[in-house]
C-alpha cells in the first residue's frame, strides 16, 4: 500500500484523550486548591507561564498550537504530554487524504440509497464540540442479506466522505488475512511508511493501530467482515479446540473489532457483514458511538432504473412491485432474475410472474450459501415458518420447533436471522419473505425427492442383483 498524497502540517491540537486529561487534572487542582470555584485563564496563565490567548486555544482544540506549548501547559498539571494526547491541527478540517482502495468494486452504476447514505453520513461526520467527541462513531456494522448491497453501499459512502479524513483505507477480508498481517498493513499506511517495527503479539498491534486511529482521523472499511464468524476460518488455521467455545469463527479478529470500538479516537472503522458479532452487539445503541445500520432493499424507481441498464423491459406498475416485493428489493437477486426475463421472457415480467417461479438457479445459489452458514436452531426456525406459513410468536415458534432448545438458543437464531434480513418482526411476530419461504419450501422438497429416489435405488439394488 503505497500512500498516494501528503497532508499538511499546521501545529497541533489536543485530542479528546489529551484534553480530558488536562480537564480533569484542573478540577482536581480546583477542588483541592481553590475552594472548587474554577480557574480563570488569568489564573491559569499565572500557572502555566503562557499567556491567556494561547490557553484560549489549547482547551477550543481547534487552532493548533506548537507542541512545546501542550507540554507546559501539561506540565503546570503535573501531567506527562503523551503521544495519544496531541494531534495534527488540519487532521479534523477539510483533508487532502491518502486513500487505499483494495479491491473495491466499481459503483458507477448506482442506483437509490439517498437516505442510507444521508444517515450514514451523519453518523460519522456529525461533528460534535470537542468534550462530545467521544460521542461520535466509531464503529459502525452494516448489517444485510447476501446481495443486499452491503459492499456497495459501502465503496460509495466512501467516495462521498473521503475527503474529511486523513486516512481511508478500504478492504475487503476474503480471502481472510491473518490479524497480525492486517494490522501490519494498516500501520505501515497510516504511518506512511514509517513505522514497520512491529510488535509481534495481536494486543500489543491493534494497540500500536489504535495510536494512530486517535493521532489522525481515519476511516477503515472492511468488507465480508462475517467471515471471522465462520467455523472453517477456524479450522483452516488449524485451531480446532476452539470448537468448545460457545462462539465460532475468529475470536481474536472481534476482539480487535471490539476493541477499536471501545477506545478513545477520532476515527471511524465500518464492518459490512451478513449477520452481527456477539462481542459488539451489547455496546451498540442509537445515540452511542457504536452503531448497527440495517440495509433493506432498493425500491421499485431504483429496480427500473438498474433493469434498464440491461434491457426495455415490459411490465404494468403492479408487476414490477410484486417484482420488487418478491425479491425484497435484493439488487443481487434482481439482477440474475432481469437476465432469465430478458433471455426466456422476452423483457416481459408479467410472463415470467405467471410462472410462479421464484427461487431458480444462481437465486437459489445465493440463498444456498445464507442457508449453509446458519447455526442448525435459525434453520429449524426457518422451516417451521415455511411449514406454517404463516407468522408464529416466539412462543408458538418454541412449541412448534421440533429439536429441544433453550429459549436463549432460540432468541440468539431470531436475532440472527433478523441481522441477515431473513426474517421478518411485526409486532412480536415473525415472519419469513416470499422469497425466503420459497427457497426453504424448495429446498425441503429437493431433498425430500433426493431421499425418495435414495430409498427407490435402495429398493430396487436386490432387482438389480439378481439380474447381475
Ligand atoms: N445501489 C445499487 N445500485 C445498483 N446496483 C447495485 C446497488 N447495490 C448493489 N447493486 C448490485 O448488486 C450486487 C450485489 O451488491 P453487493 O454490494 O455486492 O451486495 P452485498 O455486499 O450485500 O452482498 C452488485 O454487484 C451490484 O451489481
Ligand atoms: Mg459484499
Redesign the pocket.
Known amino acids: 500500500m503505497q500512500p498516494q498524497k501528503r497532508s499538511r502540517r499546521r501545529g497541533v491540537i489536543l485530542t479528546p484523550q489529551g484534553f480530558q486529561k488536562v480537564q480533569s487534572a484542573k478540577s482536581e487542582l480546583e477542588s483541592c486548591e481553590n475552594f472548587n470555584k474554577r480557574y480563570t485563564l488569568a489564573d491559569l496563565s499565572v500557572r502555566t507561564g503562557l499567556d491567556p490567548d494561547t490557553l484560549a486555544k489549547v482547551f477550543a482544540c481547534e487552532v493548533g498550537v506548537d507542541k512545546q506549548t501542550l507540554k507546559c501547559c501539561f506540565r503546570a498539571f503535573n501531567l506527562e504530554l503523551e503521544l495519544t494526547d496531541y494531534q495534527l491541527a488540519n487532521s479534523t478540517s477539510k483533508l487532502s487524504n491518502q486513500t487505499t482502495w483494495g479491491e473495491a468494486?466499481d459503483?458507477s452504476?448506482?442506483?437509490?440509497?439517498t437516505e442510507e447514505l444521508a444517515t450514514l453520513k451523519q453518523w460519522i461526520l456529525n461533528e460534535f464540540p470537542v468534550e462530545r467527541q467521544s460521542q461520535r462513531c466509531r464503529l459502525i456494522t452494516l448489517l444485510?442479506?447476501?446481495?443486499?448491497?452491503?459492499?456497495?453501499?459501502?465503496?460509495?459512502l466512501v467516495q462521498q466522505i473521503q475527503d474529511k479524513f486523513e486516512f481511508v483505507i478500504w478492504r475487503s477480508l476474503l480471502p481472510l488475512p491473518s490479524l497480525k498481517d492486517l494490522l501490519s498493513d494498516l500501520i505501515v499506511f497510516l504511518s506512511n511508511g514509517q513505522d514497520t517495527d512491529l510488535p509481534d503479539n495481536t494486543h500489543s498491534r491493534t494497540s500500536r493501530l489504535i495510536h494512530y486511529l486517535q493521532l489522525h482521523r481515519c476511516l477503515l472499511v472492511l468488507?465480508?467482515a462475517d467471515i471471522v464468524l465462520q467455523e472453517h476460518t477456524v479450522q483452516k488455521r488449524g485451531y480446532r479446540n476452539c470448537m468448545c467455545f460457545p462462539y465460532k469463527g475468529d475470536r481474536e479478529y472481534r476482539e480487535f473489532f471490539k476493541r477499536v470500538g471501545e477506545s478513545t479516537h477520532q476515527s471511524c472503522l465500518i464492518l459490512?457483514s451478513?449477520d452481527r458479532f456477539k462481542e459488539i452487539a451489547p455496546l451498540e445503541g442509537d445515540t452511542r458511538p457504536i452503531r448497527v445500520f440495517y440495509?433493506k432493499g432498493?425500491q421499485v424507481p431504483?429496480v427500473r432504473?438498474?433493469f434498464k441498464t440491461k434491457a426495455a423491459f415490459k411490465g404494468t406498475r403492479d408487476d414490477w412491485s410484486r417484482l420488487v416485493k418478491y425479491y425484497a428489493g435484493?439488487?443481487?437477486a434482481?439482477?440474475f432474475v432481469a437476465a432469465t426475463i430478458q433471455h426466456l421472457f422476452n423483457n416481459n415480467i408479467c410472463d415470467f410472474l405467471e410462472q410462479h417461479i421464484i427461487v431458480f438457479g444462481e437465486v437459489f445459489n445465493l440463498l444456498e450459501e445464507q442457508f449453509n452458514d446458519l447455526s442448525d436452531t435459525a434453520k429449524e426456525v426457518l422451516k417451521c415458518l415455511a411449514f406454517n406459513q404463516r407468522p408464529l410468536s416466539l412462543l408458538e415458534l418454541r412449541s412448534h420447533i421440533k429439536i429441544s432448545i433453550s429459549s436463549q438458543v432460540l432468541l440468539e437464531a431470531l436475532e440472527s436471522l433478523t441481522a441477515r434480513s431473513l426474517i421478518e418482526t411485526k409486532a412480536s411476530f415473525f415472519s419469513l419473505q416470499p422469497l425466503v419461504m420459497e427457497y426453504v419450501n424448495s429446498r425441503y422438497i429437493r431433498e425430500k425427492s433426493t431421499k425418495a429416489q435414495q430409498i427407490d435405488f435402495l429398493n430396487k439394488e436386490p432387482q438389480l442383483q439378481i439380474v447381475e
Open positions: 468494486p459503483v452504476l448506482f442506483y437509490g440509497r444485510g442479506m447476501g446481495g443486499m448491497g452491503k459492499t456497495y453501499l459501502s465503496v460509495k468488507d465480508n459490512t451478513r440495509l432498493l431504483e432504473a438498474l435484493n439488487p443481487l434482481l439482477n
